[in-house]
């Protein structure tokens, strides 16, 4: 069964350290998504991301994230300069059309930031 | 805004036991679909059963039945049978229809522990 891949599994960044997030979608899905998990704490929406455009994002997603799908099938999410309250559990989401199908997610990256 | 709140923080059952997790949500929306997710100790989401809203009939997944009352707004998970591989976080989300906004809205989530 096809899944959503996340790498690394673990990232351990200094505070104001560049990371990038990297997520590979199930193939034939078009809609794409990240989200966080602080420990402890309920998963929030970061943004969406359709046909190489940001379609959605929340409050959370400021200028210091961006996304990126920078060939056929990886999908980025890149922290410019990483703060204490990024370390949280970053997970990425595939569907293949909007709203009516399901997400899928991938198994997560777990960033700490020191 | 749509919330969605799940009240229990915690809950154990025995093993092959039933066992039925609450979920309430708010939306103004008539038209919607709630989901159940389960996190086992590896954090990764895995989708355990979803219902879309115009859907009368409640969701089944084998072991997993939902019990979706629309105009209490509820959407409790029943888990028969349980097994301890069914130990996990288990968080509801919400998520509007076409047109409306892609994200997932989700519960706080709950603990599920299963006693052999």
């Known amino acids: 069964e096809p899944e959503v891949t996340q790498t690394p599994s673990h990232q351990v960044t200094q505070m104001g350290q560049e990371v990038i997030l990297r997520c590979v979608p199930i193939?034939?899905?078009?809609?794409f998504y990240w989200y966080r998990q602080i420990l402890g704490q309920k998963v929030e929406f970061l943004v969406s991301f359709y046909n190489n455009e940001i379609s959605e994002k929340s409050e959370i997603f400021d200028d210091q994230f961006s996304v990126e799908r920078p060939d056929g099938s990886n999908f980025t999410l890149k922290i410019r300069s990483t703060k204490l309250e990024d370390s949280a559990m970053y997970f990425c989401?595939?569907?293949?059309?909007?709203?009516?199908?399901?997400?899928?997610f991938g198994p997560g990256t777990r960033l700490t930031v020191l | 805004a749509q919330t969605v709140t799940q009240s229990q923080p915690e809950m154990s059952v025995q093993e092959a036991e039933t066992v039925t997790l609450s979920c309430t949500y708010d939306t103004s929306e008539s038209d919607y679909y709630l989901f159940w997710y389960k996190q086992p100790p590896s954090r990764q989401m895995i989708l355990v059963i979803r219902q879309e809203a115009y859907k009368q009939q409640n969701a089944t997944e084998n072991r997993f039945s939902v019990n979706f009352q629309k105009a209490a707004k509820s959407f409790s998970l029943k888990i028969s049978d349980s097994q301890l591989g069914d130990a996990a976080m288990y968080f509801c989300?919400?998520?509007?229809?076409?047109?409306?906004?892609?994200?997932?809205?989700f519960g706080k989530g709950m603990k599920l522990t299963v006693n052999p």
């Open positions: 989401a595939s569907s293949r059309d909007r709203n009516t199908d399901t997400q899928y």
């Open positions: 989300a919400y998520s509007q229809t076409q047109g409306g906004s892609e994200k997932l809205v």
């Open positions: 193939s034939n899905h078009l809609y």
